[in-house]
């Protein structure tokens, strides 16, 4: 072996000058360039490959392709969190340039249901988008390579592709993740290239450039729509209906290229088949392509477009055809790989290269992938009239806030959502006018609109790439049911848009108190506004009532209350503070002119506690995983306001803990010590409220604090054939990728204040399963004794969670652990678990 080391080092380290890679290497010969437009080389004054571009640069460099070029323009379409523009660079030839926004209408109008737009003149549009993952540096990089030919390349080749094409390139999808990653990138550049895989360069500081500023991985975010990025993206996508959207990533660096088709037999049924038919067709393209470059490659092994929140599925589910391309990722100028040394220019050059065989392909097929997305909407609407569910009813009486939040969601996927405007009962459940909604399966997104309401039970594969199942009023927690009729139900006769509600003071103009209710949403919004401005709050235990404008209004636990006297305030501050809050949290205050309730509790009860102000804090970096933590911080810093202290690990031996009343783990802290657990311990003991998420709640187990075991996970079948080459399947089998289970609840318990209905859709993405405590009290949420409401799960593993706690309790001196299982959080978009989270955070101190 030591007589082989130096021979290694010797291979993975190489001169600069062989680093890099001249203009020619990237660009086909078969057309000429327009010198009036600078060249990557020219402009950047290096060669493509040798440093990572940053996004300013990107941004830099197609603005003045839009300036010179008359084949070009150029438009911001969102900005990043950290205030980055997002933007297109839209091409065709400057004869349609002339006209482009009749093209426009007529290339949408063309596949509208009925449209008697004829196909003549109808322009193909492709979008060309990359770097949704800031770390996988040759899409970003590639980028401006394919500006550069769609502005310089000259000849009856790309003549043809821009009279009859407009092509949208979006240079980078993620500029906050893609600035970290170029930064990291760079500042490890030595002048000797060194590719050796344990250099620095390679292990990005945590967390890395892959997310976007809150760490969520964007490439999940087309159907969720959390983010900036993802909505101004998705509206310009519905505004150009594009044909075919092209999405380039990076995978492990001894890995060579992949395209798609995926995994056939993993394929959305929600799919047409035509698409796989022309994604095929395509691949003829990048094939031959990249065979001329020398380059290898796969398709149809690996990767799927089940989960429709990804870059390359989103078109499937939208008359468009979604395109992915996984080159090997090296993160750096040089790496060995066992492929041999690979250079990033190495891999700017093929998602060049496969951008190209793209167009090829979309030229070739211009009319069939026109038919294609013209047949996807006229089938969509045969197929709704086929099917026995004819509309979606939706709507929380109690949660008006989150009601329009889904409403929102619906308006961003174009799906057409209806008010309804007459109270109906269905299937037990009430619909009231004013706070219900209605979705009619007869619209041209019958497809997109099916797959975001609709359970999952049965399955052709039970392998996913994602997750396998995303019910949003499961997600949202919302009352729905499924109409076989729309006889009955009364429908607005226009469309509605979303309206976030605005709330009100109602009641007595010089009342004791104001009380709100915590079912809306943003409850936990518009309480900490109250406490940030030093009011005293406090909430109920007990229930009570009180008449306030002639109605009888019920109060049920969890309602807020807070004195007009004893505060630091005037009544009319008070006052004014209180209309402000209730206009921006849409949540309705009642003002009440005695402290003596007609019924149930009065406000100068011992049954209110008064509630502590939230100080939290976040342990980050370490062993924490980013998409968990990014989650946390992204719920209370962007939804609620609600400041956090985001903390390394590495700090808590140092810290003065008693500055925080509220300490959240997500991860598995592998890092700490008992010295550290015993610093916890202590911290509970004196008051503090830790919650432990997921990995966090075993990692508290192991350090015995707390009880809480964990149910074995399921033995592999063993009298189970499988052959060699199916050992995968194994592993899936004893998998959760993401499924929905119902909880049932103890309402009265505070950390369940707020819900209306003691059952609770919960989503669960990984195998733990605690054992139950058997105490009373210390588990009011637990799976109920038949779980299973949507997504695959095997036999075994249903039986595991069948009964299982969702949280527990336990106390700790003075203070208490509250563990969940499961992320409540998931990806910023199960908001009806996400009460339960908050709700540890604000009642978590009154638990005895
Ligand atoms: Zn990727």
Redesign the pocket.
């Known amino acids: 072996m030591k007589k082989l080391l130096p021979l290694l080092l010797l291979v993975a380290t190489i001169l600069l000058s062989e680093a890099q890679e001249k203009l020619s290497y990237f660009l086909p010969d078969d057309v000429s360039y327009n010198e009036k437009i600078p060249t990557p080389e020219d402009f950047f004054h290096q060669q493509m490959g040798e440093w990572h571009l940053s996004h300013d640069q990107l941004l830099s460099y197609v603005k003045e392709i839009a300036r010179l070029s008359d084949r070009a323009i150029f438009y911001e379409y969102a900005r990043s969190y950290e205030n980055r523009p997002l933007v297109h660079l839209v091409f065709t030839s400057k004869e349609n340039q002339q006209n482009l926004d009749q093209l426009k209408e007529r290339h949408y109008q063309y596949s509208e249901p009925g449209s008697p737009t004829a196909k003549e003149d109808v322009p193909l549009v492709v979008s060309l988008t990359y770097a949704?993952?800031g770390n996988?540096s040759s899409s970003g990089n590639a980028s401006v390579l394919t500006a550069y030919y769609l502005a310089a390349a000259e000849g009856e080749k790309i003549d043809q592709l821009l009279k009859n094409t407009i092509v949208i390139v979006d240079p980078c999808l993620n500029p906050d993740g893609f600035t970290r990653h170029s930064t990291w990138a760079n500042m490890h550049q030595s002048s000797v290239a060194n590719g050796d895989s344990y250099s620095r360069q390679f292990d990005e500081v945590w967390p890395g450039g892959?997310s976007n500023h809150y760490w969520f991985d964007l490439?999940r975010d087309y159907l969720l729509l959390v983010h900036p990025e993802s909505r101004g993206r998705v509206e310009k996508f519905h505004e150009w209906k594009p044909n075919i959207v092209t999405d380039h990533?990076?995978?492990g660096a001894n890995s060579t290229f992949f395209f798609q088709p995926g995994v056939p037999s993993r394929n959305n049924p929600l799919t047409p088949e035509r698409n796989y038919e022309l994604t095929h067709e395509i691949a003829q393209f990048h094939a031959k392509y990249l065979d001329k470059i020398g380059t290898p490659y796969f398709s149809e092994e690996q990767f799927d477009d089940y989960y429709f929140g990804k870059g390359s599925s989103y078109p499937d589910i939208n008359g468009s055809i979604g395109i992915l391309f996984?080159q090997a990722g090296f993160r750096g100028r040089v790496r060995e790989t066992s492929n041999g040394i690979r250079k990033l220019a190495y891999g700017i050059r093929n998602q060049f290269t496969v951008s190209l065989s793209t167009l090829d392909a979309a030229m070739n097929l211009h009319d069939e992938l026109l038919d294609m997305q013209k047949d996807f909407y006229n089938d969509a609407l045969k197929l709704a009239k086929q099917s026995k569910t004819k509309a979606y009813i939706f709507g929380s009486e109690t949660d008006k806030v989150k009601t329009q939040l889904f409403v929102d969601l619906l308006n961003r996927h174009q799906i057409e959502v209806y008010a309804n405007t007459k109270d109906a009962t269905i299937d037990g459940k009430e619909f009231k006018a004013g706070s219900s909604f209605v979705v009619p399966a007869e619209q041209k997104q019958y497809r997109l609109l099916t797959s975001i309401f609709k359970e999952v039970h049965d399955f052709s594969d039970t392998t996913f790439y994602d997750v396998s199942t995303w019910t949003f009023t499961h997600a949202y927690d919302l009352q729905s049911a499924s109409l076989s009729s729309l006889a009955g139900i009364s429908l607005s006769s226009e469309e509605v848009k979303a309206l976030l509600p605005e709330g009100k003071i109602m009641g007595s103009s010089q009342p004791v108190a104001y009380v709100f209710r915590w079912n809306e949403y943003s409850a936990p919004k518009a309480l900490y506004q109250l406490q940030a401005a030093g009011l005293t709050t406090k909430v109920a235990t007990g229930e009570f009532m009180f008449p306030v404008n002639n109605k009888d209004e019920k109060f049920e636990n969890g309602t807020i209350l807070v004195s007009v006297y004893d505060q630091p305030k005037s009544p009319d501050q008070i006052k004014s503070l209180v209309a402000s809050v209730a206009q921006n949290s849409g949540i309705d205050f009642y003002a009440l002119p005695t402290g003596l309730s007609p019924q149930g509790i009065d406000l100068g009860s011992n049954s209110f506690e008064k509630l502590l102000r939230p100080h939290i804090l976040l342990f980050v970096g370490g062993s924490t995983s980013s998409l968990d933590v990014g989650e946390i911080w992204h719920l209370f810093d962007q939804r609620f306001q609600i400041p956090l202290t985001l903390t390394e690990t590495e700090n808590l031996g140092r810290m003065d803990l008693l500055r925080y009343n509220t300490i959240v783990l997500a991860g598995n802290f592998r890092e700490w010590t008992e010295v550290d657990a015993a610093k916890l311990k202590d911290w509970i003991s004196d008051g503090g409220t830790l919650i432990a998420c997921e990995n966090a709640s075993e990692w508290a187990s192991r350090m015995k604090l707390g009880a809480v075991t964990f149910k074995k996970q399921v033995e592999p079948d063993k009298t189970r054939y499988l052959k060699y080459n199916e050992r995968g399947k194994e592993r899936n089998l004893n998998y959760i990728s993401g499924a929905i289970f119902q909880a049932q609840m103890d309402l009265s318990h505070p950390l369940c204040y707020g819900y209306t209905e003691n059952k609770l859709p919960v989503f669960k993405s990984t195998t733990l399963v605690a054992n139950t405590l058997d105490k009373k009290y210390a588990e009011p949420v637990q799976f109920t004794s038949s779980p299973y409401l949507s997504g695959w799960v095997s036999e075994e593993n249903l039986e595991r969670i069948a009964n299982a706690p969702v949280i527990s309790v336990q106390p700790i001196g003075k203070g208490r652990l509250i563990s969940y299982y499961d992320n409540l959080n998931f990806r910023g978009t199960w908001l009806g678990t996400t009460k339960l989270f908050t709700n540890s955070v604000f009642f978590g101190n009154i638990i005895r």
């Open positions: 949704v993952h996988e892959r490439n990533h990076e995978m996984e």
